[in-house]
């Protein structure tokens, strides 16, 4: 089954903590990204990757920190930098190239912050 | 910023009618894609038109697009109850490879029995 899989589904954490929210992808694309949605609003970019080893900051990058050391994996850490970190958090990826523009979405993990 | 913004916000109709959805962008795009989230879940793609179509079909969905005017649509035809959403345009960029998403901010679509 192939897909974008996310977790947890739901996170609760304590301000001033740190925070890392998984997602893992096995379509074999090479480009991942990352989103936030707040209520009612759009998506706004937070960080993509387009290759292993390598990542550019979307327009809302502050607070915030990724990696991608795997192909498969794309993890999104909410540091207690991140000023107003609650909110709905979706990661995407898409193969790379003119003619591959569609993006995969994973079903989302719903960060609160207490 | 967001450069896509959407009309109308939202959007109730009875089930059997159509919606239109349009969607207003500010710079040149490479193509732009219309996507569906039902609420609480991740987006799942509709459809994409490049900047040099005007006008493509999908099933029971149609959407054009102006270059000139900087602007596309969204039709849902016999919409259903299972049509309910919210309804977001997305335009893109290439970028050396990768392909940024710039998304609008929604129409919420409801479809009345």
């Known amino acids: 089954d192939g897909g974008i899989t996310q977790s947890p589904k739901y996170l609760f954490r304590k301000e001033g903590q740190n925070v890392t929210l998984s997602c893992e992808q096995n379509?074999?694309?090479?480009?991942m990204y990352w989103y936030r949605q707040d209520p009612g609003q759009g998506l706004r970019l937070i960080y993509y990757?387009?290759?292993?080893?390598?990542?550019q900051k979307g327009d809302i990058a502050e607070g915030y920190s990724v990696s991608r050391e795997k192909k498969e994996s794309f993890p999104l850490t909410v540091t207690s930098a991140q000023k107003n970190p609650t909110a709905f958090y979706l990661c995407?990826?898409?193969?790379?190239?003119?003619?591959?523009?569609?993006?995969?979405f994973g079903p989302g993990t719903r960060l609160t912050v207490l | 910023s967001q450069q896509g913004e959407e009309d109308p916000q939202a959007l109730s109709i009875q089930e059997g009618e159509n919606a239109t959805m349009n969607c207003s962008y500010k710079?040149?795009?490479?193509?732009l894609q219309w996507y569906r989230q039902n609420s609480g879940r991740g987006l799942v793609h509709l459809i994409l038109?490049?900047?040099?179509?005007r006008e493509k079909h999908s099933g029971r969905l149609r959407v054009t697009l102006d270059t000139s005017k900087k602007s596309s649509s969204l039709l849902i035809t016999a919409s259903r109850a299972a049509d309910t959403a919210s309804y977001f345009c997305?335009?893109?960029?290439?970028?050396?490879?990768?392909?940024?998403?710039?998304f609008g901010t929604g129409t919420q679509l409801k479809v009345e029995l």
């Open positions: 379509l074999n694309h090479d480009a």
């Open positions: 997305a335009t893109v960029f290439i970028t050396g490879g990768g392909n940024k998403l710039t």
């Open positions: 995407a990826s898409s193969r790379t190239g003119a003619n591959y523009n569609e993006q995969f």
């Open positions: 990757s387009q290759i292993v080893n390598d990542f």
């Open positions: 038109i490049r900047s040099n179509e």
């Open positions: 710079t040149s795009i490479n193509n």
